[in-house]
């Protein structure tokens, strides 16, 4: 659900031409300097795509700039209504308390600008996808399908199983959580890139149980002769770099970075921001 600071756009449609609300796009921020490089990446393919709208990168932590700088230009600018994004694939504390605080911090310094969180990004089918092609790209005897187009975004091209090709497995790696339940809404990943896939597939995460290896024990023990590992992460960085450690000798693909679907997931996000609030005044 969407969380609004100030009152209401009213039911007038908001104009598309350069006066829609600007996009502050918020990734969570890493020590490791490829995080920001990637999201920036990430950021600035989001921005061209709607070149009349005005598209803003914050972290949460660590990498700069922070929420509350872009919150300040933005406003110096004379902008009065921000939808906010969150470049985050799971609804935990950051989505739920740290980002609505820095948000109400942010509307008591401003209070003339409309801030709106939208829904994170999730495990959004576009997003399954989009791991699905970063999974085909690695050396493995794939054939490499076409980019998920944003036209076509929950079909991409199933990755073949038969002619040996099951002996192929893939060790879903994400970030992990002290919340069971999260975990298990996460193992819901591994499953969904199952059918989209046709190959086996195995959860694992980078801070708690189950670890990487005993998700390849898991997938051997299913009949897994090679195994990738698909990495649930926007973008690289320590945690990535811990799977590596922990299996060098698996084929790893690419973080989802910069491509067509995550572009298209954010600007979903952003409009269904604007439609909800449309609804509700109407």
Known sequence: ?????VPSRGAVPVPRGGGGPALIAVAHGSRDPRSATTMAAVVASVAASRPDLTVRLAFLDLSAPSLDQVVDELAALGHRDVIVVPLLLGNAFHARVDLPALLAESANRHPLVRLTQTEVLGADSRLIAALADRVAGVSVGFPVPEPVSMHRPTTPAALPHESGRAAVGVAVAAVGSRDESANRRTAAVARRLAVTTGLRTEICFATVEPSINAAVDRLHARGVEQVVVAP??????????????HAPRLVHADVIGPHPALTEVIWSRYDAAIATDLELSA
Do not use: I, K, V
């Open 1 to 5: 659900m969407t969380r609004s600071l």
């Open 232 to 245: 649930w992460f926007l973008a690289p960085g320590l945690l990535t770099d811990r799977l590596l450690h």
